[in-house]
């Protein structure tokens, strides 16, 4: 390693070079890696709603449609609307009556099934759009803005894509005051907590490389979630900070005692790469067990994250050393007194009350692991956008008129005859909540022959082998009601058809919460386990990683049982989620601490004097750490109009300053109380030092 050292200190003109004009490819991948904005699309994809999700696209071309409601508009005026809407690039067809029927034929004379589902409430028709592509693809989002453009008055446009698109320009508009909330406050705790006024300055550009490169790389996957990047930024910030701290602090102790700044940085980065090794390791370990989930969200966010940790090493031990030595007489020449103080007289006080200090908080963490498991969790995500966003608006509408709050896509063999289907509608309408079902065979009735209506009719109902129906519920998707809806349609529909598949938001919702329910099991299981493993192999010792983990993990139950207490409703993947970005990303606090601890008894000091000496050397390092990570993530959640950005990032920052206050105060007692039992499941815990420090004390 110290070789590696000397060559980065000696090539610093170079590597800083190469890291520039690595920037610019980086940031043509980052603009050529596509953002999927539709959660549902990463469900496991044997699943029946996902199954015939893949028909609706391929055969019937339904998969992204749009749902036009327009109130006392006249014919002629909605003919034209019509018109202009089908010269939209990426648009397959606007479709209504006057595709079928002389729009002057009066429309009770028209089947009641197809009245119901055409016309509605305060004198409202049903425009339908398909789209050529998936209700995700930028064709799509192209074309649904520029409809909104030649909607006419009284016009609320409607269903997934509208939506899809609608969070897609939210996102797009936040994005920048995102990355400027992170960096601005970051900045700030780092002024206050640093001597140097230019410090701060080179974190944030060395930050940006490993930032860079990272969206950059991307690429490679294929395309990334719109979580995914409004997360990865603030994230891969208030996470790998930590490292740009420990080699500052180290590269300074070492100019004390070497003879040159070049010395003294091989040193620091040799010291440091060892130190953030296995911090590193559990954070990246942590990230990685998101892909533990069938939801393959979880493998987005974790393949990302624990990239941008890697690269965060990377570039912390090769391009910071470049800048700080470059740029060395500067920061010097401008310091001042820092804010943040060591912990002296905490550090006292936590080792002479470490018994109590430990009952006190087993017993108040009693209540919060409790109501942990009783906060609420809602899977329906556009209740965590802003209501009056056009696609929210629009779908509300087509509740209100025509009684169409969650729409179910039906898909059966069409070898069924039309009296099976005609009675399989029958059944489905006796299904409470059901408003309405529409099929082929239910409108025209047995032995009509369907070769008579109209293409544009029987291409929306019946295509590629299946005959479609369509039924609309008045419950709302997620609930517990609309989920036992599911599954007596899904009942009836095996009976009929065994290989029959029913799709939608609701089916599709009702799957990521039973997915979702399995994939919050699997995460913490595994993301416990790699941590535990590496924490086991760090340290060689058994007891360590139980401690290590379970300070976490109880910093972790405090944070996800306050909103219990709030009467604060989580969206499902922050409560899935934010275990493994505490663990991983806070973890690295408990192992500087235990570090430290385990360094003061090599040196022969008791247990108390340790738990004294590390809370006080450490305090400084994890408090600006804490609070550089709470900073980061604190203005995301304030600014963002995005309720599931806005609980991620307050779940984040909150669990940051839990995790702070538990490895400040509560670690150390621990360490010190159970000094025993880690000597004796710990190997090499008392080194040769603390024989000669004994053997001095004697002398």
Known sequence: ?????????????????????????????????????????????ELDSMIGEQIL??????????????????????????????????????????????????????PADVQQFMFGKNDSTMLIVRFDGPSASDETMNAVGQIKKVLRKDCFFGGMSVILQDTKTLINQEMPLYVLCAVGASLLVLFLSLES???????????LFPIVYNFGTNIFLGQISYITQALSTVLQLGVTMDFSIFLLHRYQEEKELRSSNEEAMVSAICKTMTSISASSLTTIAGFLALCAMRLTLGRDIGLVMAKGVALGVICTVVVLPALILTFDKWVEKYKHRTVIPRLTKLSYFVSKHAAPIVAIFLVLLVPFAVAQNKTEVYYTLFDSLPQDLTGIVGTNKLGEDFGMTTSHFILVHDDLSASQVSDLCDELKDIDGITQVVSLDSITGPGFDTSLLPDSVTEILQSGGYKLILANSSYKTGTDAINAQVDEMNAAIKAVDPEGVMTGEGAMTKDLIEVADVDFKNVNVWSIMAVAVIILISFRSLSIPVLLVASIEAAIAINMGIPYF???????????VIGTIQL???????????????EERAYGRTPQEAAQQSLEHCSQSILTSGLTFFAATVGVAAISKMELLQSICRLISRGALISMVVILVVLPAALMLLDWIIRHTTMHWLVPEYANAKKSEKE
């Open 1 to 45: 390693m110290k070789k590696i050292a000397q060559g980065i200190v000696r090539l610093r003109k170079l590597i800083l070079t190469v890291a520039i004009l690595l920037l610019i490819p980086s940031a043509i991948g980052a603009i050529a890696t596509r953002i999927n904005y539709d959660v549902l699309t990463y469900l496991p994809q």
């Open 57 to 110: 696209e391929n055969d019937f071309h339904l998969a992204s449609t749009g749902m036009i409601t327009v109130e006392g508009l006249p014919t002629n005026e909605l003919i034209a609307m019509k018109k202009d809407i089908e010269a939209v690039p990426g648009v397959t067809q606007a479709f209504w009556l006057s595709d079928v029927l002389d729009p002057s034929v009066p429309k009770e004379m028209l």
């Open 197 to 207: 006024t230019i410090t701060p300055l080179l974190f944030m550009l060395g930050l």
């Open 566 to 576: 709030t009467g604060t409703q989580l969206p499902f993947i922050a409560s899935i």
């Open 584 to 598: 991983g990303a806070t973890v690295d606090y408990s192992i500087l601490m235990t570090t430290r601890y385990h």
